[in-house]
């Protein structure tokens, strides 16, 4: 109750400033960006984040699954090494070294928010399938489970609710730093705040960061209800959700 | 990459200036950080808090996931209208402060919530005070699940660092972004490399510190 | 059956878990794998479903070598039931029991109504307990659900590590207790870990002692007390090895087959003679269908004409399970030094007699003289 008291206030401050200032005519010297710009910016800042999240989980997920494997566990070591690592840079020097390597453009902004989205998904899978009692697994195998029915019978199924929230915190993370990827020649609602900063407009940062901020908690709060919704029952009754 | 070797050795005041700004603001903002979500977490732990720490911890989670760029912009507009500075240091360390919030005040509540409750009675049962209980027993054993809290927000602040300097904060996302404007790949790839050494660094530092400051009775091996 | 032939296990960093083990378990009975920890009972338990595979040697199940039989069809026809459980978390008592039926392909009213059997067999209501998870369950449902998964496909041949192990001691002997009369009804082969001596005794037809990886002794629970054929084996089952065979061995190990009969409606005289020609001193009178009815006793017979008129109905029984303390104090409290050992419905099995009891003790007694 008191969550939903918060999560509400906190939308409809960041979503009445974004109405509030598209009405405004001029701020200072400078036009305010109309709704269609504002529209098609969020349009565009949407997709990227989903075509990078796709990416991202599409190669996290089997990788962590490979690593998990009896026979490669020797990989786990280096893998997870480097997505620590990999999680400790900065989102920002992470986007701007895509210039020198890739140059400007899009497939740069999406390449640099896949390897950033990539770590928390790839360290949430692998403790997920990690972190299964190995009793669980012990007493698959001696009934006779292939280990393709292990994988898919025990282990997802177990791991599934971790791994969905390491998607939304990736999620959630990657439109924040999507605003970033303008810098790289990414498209999004990046281009609005950053002609705001540079011209040391408040309002005008506003007009393009609070509906950022509003995307991501609309999009983490929608990737909680899912992952609640995915998580198996025998599990919420072990977590006292229920 | 070469552009970039020679351009360090031609200007190391420049780069040393950048770093020491960076590690000076990341500093202040984490001392601030600290005494206030240690403080803040060992109030909303006690006994009858448990609805404000619920709004609380769940508030500054929210706050994780507003991109630093919009807490800028709030932050500039709040402090444009009650007439302070809008760029530069100020508006950059109060949000790094805020940022720094839930990994210290949601470590510093769970690890003094979590002490053992037979450990808590049993210090009860010695005739400790509530004062005595929180310093001799709580913090002490809640101690490095704080630092492990520390640690977190100080590699974050240091990336939020980078971007603050959109904001004239300084530091070391200086040259990313002067090189991103002008498309000096040097610039870039000195600022990017330089903030990621920092944060590398400074993290495997706070995870000795961590260790050390483990008391020795709780040390695993 | 199962032969385990100079079974050796090696781990890759050199321990040797099990060394030249042999052994033989015979089709129906519960072999238990006893010793104290690290002695290798779990990896010889676990080398035979192949969930460690072996260094050297062979195993055979009816005769087969394993190593021919698909690992995972081997597996499926093998009940397995773990200390830790390993019940599957996100599904509920039912679908866990249904896992290998399933595997099997059995058709769904046939898996559900097995499972509804086995939770009964267990001592579960299946109604209440069928769509519970089990994280609903308290530790001693949840060791129940996971005898009843390792029973799911009906497989004969069963592996139990520590089954009862983490466990109160209470609900533990129960749980052994209701699980000795399970097994008789499902009459499978089992081999059962444990490193309790007291759990060794009451469940096993037969003991396989193991210590530092190899087999000491393979016997049955009576041999291992009276009979310890080392000195290790003499520690293992501790000094009060005399009370202990008491409270643990069944009255089954130390029985004889059934002792001459007398029907009710004999004359004495024929009886009396047939006592003559047998050298005892008693004889068990039975009826028709071979149920148990009293004693005729050679101090009697001036007594009567028939058998019916002298005969003495008030003595106990036991059934084959009885543990020796128990029929020893239902011989005191008769005043008769055989005790009649009959099934559910009375029928004259065997006998056991004071002088078996006193003898099996007496070669404790011996053995610690001798030392």
């Not at chain 2, 929210?62 to 800028?72: G, R």
């Not at chain 2, 450990?119 to 490095?144: C, D, H, N, T, Y």
């Not at chain 3, 296990?9 to 378990?25: C, R």
């Not at chain 3, 995972?72 to 008592?93: C, K, S, W």
Request: net charge positive; proline share 4%; glycine share 10%.
């Amino acid at each position: 109750m008191r969550r939903q008291v918060v999560l509400i206030t906190i939308l409809a401050i960041l979503i009445g400033l974004t109405v509030w200032i598209t009405s405004l005519d001029k701020i200072g010297i400078y036009d305010v960006f109309s709704w269609s710009d504002l529209l098609s910016d969020a349009r565009a800042h949407l997709k990227m984040v989903l075509i990078a999240e796709v990416i991202a989980t599409s190669i996290a997920v089997p990788l962590a699954i490979l690593v998990t494997r009896p026979g490669l566990k020797r990989l786990a070591t280096p893998v997870i090494f480097g997505a620590n690592v990999g999680q400790t840079l900065p989102s920002l020097a992470v986007i701007a070294i895509m210039a020198p390597l890739l140059g400007f453009g899009l497939q740069s902004a999406i390449v640099a928010l896949c390897i950033y989205g990539l770590l928390p998904i790839l360290r949430n899978s692998y403790a997920g399938i990690n972190n299964i009692e190995p009793a669980i697994i012990e007493a698959g195998r001696g009934m006779g489970m292939t280990i393709g029915q292990i994988a898919r019978k025990i282990e997802l199924p177990l791991a599934l609710p971790v791994i969905m929230a390491g998607i939304r915190i990736s999620t959630v993370i990657t439109v924040g730093t999507a605003e970033l990827a303008v810098l790289v020649g990414g498209k999004g609602l990046g281009r609005i705040t950053f002609t705001g900063v540079l011209a040391r407009q408040p309002l005008l940062i506003l007009q393009g960061a609070a509906p950022t901020a509003a995307m991501a908690i609309i999009l983490g709060f929608i990737l909680e209800r899912i992952e609640k919704w995915m998580t198996p029952r025998g599990l919420q009754l072990k977590a006292g959700i229920s | 990459m070469v552009e970039a070797w020679q351009w360090v050795t031609k200007h190391p005041d420049k780069l040393a200036g950048w770093t020491l700004e960076h590690i000076w603001i990341v500093s202040v903002a984490i001392a601030i950080a600290v005494v206030l979500g240690v403080a803040l977490g060992i109030y909303i732990s006690r006994p009858g808090k448990e609805h404000i720490a619920d709004s609380v911890l769940y508030l500054a989670e929210i706050m994780m996931t507003v991109p630093s760029l919009a807490l800028f912009g709030l932050l500039m507009l709040i402090l444009g209208t009650i007439g302070l500075k809008v760029i530069g240091f100020l508006p950059a360390v109060i949000a790094l402060v805020i940022y720094g919030q839930l990994p210290i005040l949601r470590n510093t509540y769970i690890a003094i919530r979590e002490v053992d409750p037979a450990m808590i009675e049993a210090g009860k049962g010695m005739g400790m005070s509530e004062r005595q209980l929180l310093f001799k027993v709580k913090l002490p054993l809640a101690v490095p699940i704080i630092m492990a809290g520390l640690r977190n927000a100080i590699v974050l602040l240091i990336g939020i660092t980078a971007i603050a300097a959109i904001i004239g904060a300084g530091g070391l996302g200086v040259p990313i972004f002067r090189g991103l404007r002008n498309a000096r790949m040097d610039l870039i790839i000195i600022g990017g490399v330089s903030v990621s050494i920092l944060a590398l660094v400074v993290d495997g530092l706070m995870g000795r510190v961590e260790r050390w400051v483990t008391p020795r009775g709780l040390k695993r091996r | 059956m199962i032969r385990l032939d100079q079974v050796t296990k090696i781990y890759p960093d050199g321990t040797e878990a099990v060394n030249e083990v042999s052994l033989e378990v015979g089709e129906g009975e519960l072999c238990v794998l006893l010793g104290p920890s690290g002695c290798g009972k779990t990896t010889t338990m676990k080398v035979i479903n192949r969930i460690i595979p072996i260094t050297k040697g062979k195993i055979y199940i009816d005769g087969t070598d394993t190593t021919k039989i698909d690992e995972d069809e081997l597996r499926r026809n093998i009940g397995y039931a773990i200390q830790e459980i390993g019940l599957f978390p996100h599904m509920t008592v039912g679908q866990n029991i249904q896992v290998v039926p399933a595997l099997k392909g059995w058709p769904k009213d046939k898996r559900s109504e097995r499972a509804e059997e086995l939770l009964e067999l267990v001592g579960m209501n299946s109604a209440e307990f069928m769509n519970k998870y089990p994280s609903e369950l308290s530790g001693g449902q949840r060791q129940r659900v996971g005898v009843a998964r390792a029973l799911g496909a009906d497989p004969p041949i069963l592996l139990m590590d520590e089954p009862f192990g983490a466990i109160d001691p209470i609900t533990r002997v129960r749980l052994q207790d209701e699980f000795l009369k399970i097994e008789q009804e499902i009459k499978k082969t089992i081999i059962f870990v444990t490193h309790d001596i007291y759990e060794a005794i009451k469940m096993g037809d037969k003991i396989a002692l193991m210590n530092e990886g190899r087999l000491v002794q393979y016997d049955t629970p009576s041999n291992l007390l009276f009979k310890p054929k080392n000195e290790f084996v003499e520690q293992f089952v501790g000094a009060d090895r005399a009370l202990k065979g008491l409270q643990l061995i069944r009255v089954k190990e130390l029985m004889t087959g059934t002792p001459p009969l007398a029907k009710a409606d004999e004359r004495v005289v024929t009886v009396q003679a047939r006592m003559e020609r047998e050298g005892v001193d008693c004889l068990a009178v039975v009826d028709n269908e071979g149920k148990f009815l009293g004693w005729v006793d050679r101090v009697n017979v001036g007594k009567g004409e028939t058998v019916r008129d002298i005969i003495n109905r008030s003595v106990a029984t036991a059934t084959a399970n009885a543990v020796l303390s128990e029929a020893l104090s239902l011989m005191l409290s008769s005043g008769f030094k055989t005790l009649a050992i009959v099934d559910g419905i009375n029928k004259l099995e065997g006998v056991l007699s004071f002088d078996a009891i006193q003898l099996a003790l007496s070669e404790v007694a011996q053995r610690r003289g001798s030392e």
